[in-house]
């Protein structure tokens, strides 16, 4: 049963913006802090930023910070990641995931994990 669903990945030219969205059930959602995830072919899963259920955000990867940012919305029980200034360096597989705070602090194994959505940027 898919409980994170991620939408909004695609092909954009460098120095664009890209809009992810990620769904979930109200009860993953309303009790989790959420993030996203990167993973770049031959590369490790890298941890981009995540959000409390309070919407306190309380960490953003160096190599996004000014360019990504992340928010939810919890009448629609969705959490949202603007990147802009996109670059070449960002083409990844990103991965919206939930688990309680603590787990994103100790970078343990996460609870829930979407599909994940392909972002391809262009030089």
């Known amino acids: 049963q898919v409980q994170l669903v991620e939408s909004g990945g695609g092909l954009v030219v460098a120095g664009g913006s890209l809009r992810l969205s990620c769904a979930a059930s109200?009860?993953?959602?309303?009790?989790?802090?959420m993030g996203w995830y990167r993973q770049a072919p031959g590369k490790q899963r890298e941890l981009v930023t995540f959000?409390?259920?309070?919407?306190?955000?309380?960490y953003y990867a160096d190599s996004v910070k000014g360019r990504f940012s992340i928010s939810r919305d919890n009448a629609k029980n969705t959490v949202y990641l603007q990147m802009n200034s996109l670059k070449p360096e960002d083409t990844a597989v990103y991965y919206c995931?939930?688990?309680?705070?603590?787990?994103?602090?100790?970078?343990?194994?996460?609870?829930?994990w979407g599909q994940g959505t392909q972002v391809t940027v262009s030089s």
């Open positions: 959000i409390t259920s309070g919407g306190s955000t309380n």
């Open positions: 109200r009860s993953i959602f309303s009790s989790n802090t």
């Open positions: 995931a939930a688990a309680p705070h603590s787990k994103w602090l100790l970078a343990r194994q996460m609870d829930y």
